[in-house]
């Protein structure tokens, strides 16, 4: 789970963030994030992208471990 809540984007940001999601592919079985509002909506959007993975959002921590926890 990300938590973007109150991050801040700039290239350098989206690159590590890229490298980090592509390093870990292998080991994660779904993806939340947390916070997406603005323009991390579409910093979450390029890194899907990049990835070729699907983040799926949630407002609040607790909705997205729950989630997380009931993934196959």
Same mark, same amino acid.
């Given at each position: %789970?990300?938590?973007?809540?109150?991050?801040?984007? !700039?290239? @350098?940001? +989206?690159?590590? +963030?890229? !490298?980090?999601?592509?390093?870990? @592919?292998?080991? %994660?079985?779904?993806?939340?994030?947390?916070?997406?509002?603005?323009? /991390? /909506?579409?910093?979450? %959007?390029? @890194?899907?992208?990049?990835?070729?993975?699907?983040?799926?959002?949630?407002?609040?921590?607790?909705?997205? %471990? !729950?989630? +997380?926890? /009931?993934?196959?």
């Amino acid at each position: %789970m990300f938590d973007v809540t109150r991050a801040f984007y !700039d290239t @350098e940001v +989206l690159v590590a +963030l890229k !490298d980090f999601t592509k390093h870990n @592919e292998p080991y %994660m079985k779904a993806s939340a994030v947390v916070g997406v509002t603005g323009i /991390a /909506a579409i910093a979450v %959007m390029a @890194e899907s992208q990049f990835s070729g993975r699907t983040f799926k959002t949630f407002d609040d921590r607790a909705a997205a %471990m !729950d989630w +997380l926890v /009931a993934q196959p």
